[in-house]
Nanobody
Framework: QVQLVESGGDSVQAGRSLRLACVAT?????MAWFRQAPGKEREFVST???????SYADSVKGRFTISKDNTENILYLQMNSLQPEDTAMYYC??????????????????????WGPGTQVTVSS
């Protein structure tokens, strides 16, 4: 059984940085970050393959960096130059297509079967 637990969310001022972490128990394949702002749909943020190929939403490209500790199965999201529009609940997601390996990136929510409870990021101007 896969369980995901996010941490690192906080309330910060614009321009500051935060680092989110997602600890996964059990074998996972691909993992990704999504976020959902109040009144909006959940949206893709970033994902990474086992060999380190990454994909980012245009809105965070150049400011956010995703990384993964494949040994410990921990997914990170370094968020720099945070803006008020980054305010959202951030969710970690995982699938089990090929346990222990991720070769294909996906931005589709439906591609991920497992979700964490989320961690709140609030950015004030």
């Amino acid at each position: 059984q896969v369980q995901l637990v996010e941490s690192g969310g906080d309330s910060v001022q614009a321009g500051r940085s935060l680092r989110l972490a997602c600890v996964a128990t059990g074998f996972t394949s691909c993992m990704a970050w999504f976020r959902q702002a109040p009144g909006k749909e959940r949206e893709f943020v970033s994902t990474i393959t086992t060999v380190g190929t990454t994909s980012y939403a245009d809105s965070v490209k150049g400011r956010f960096t995703i990384s993964k500790d494949n040994t410990e199965n921990i997914l990170y999201l370094q968020m720099n130059s945070l803006q008020p529009e980054d305010t959202a609940m951030y969710y970690c997601a995982a699938d089990l297509r090929v346990p222990g390996y991720c070769g294909t990136l996906s931005r589709d929510l439906d591609a991920y079967a497992y979700w964490g409870p989320g961690t709140q990021v609030t950015v004030s101007s």
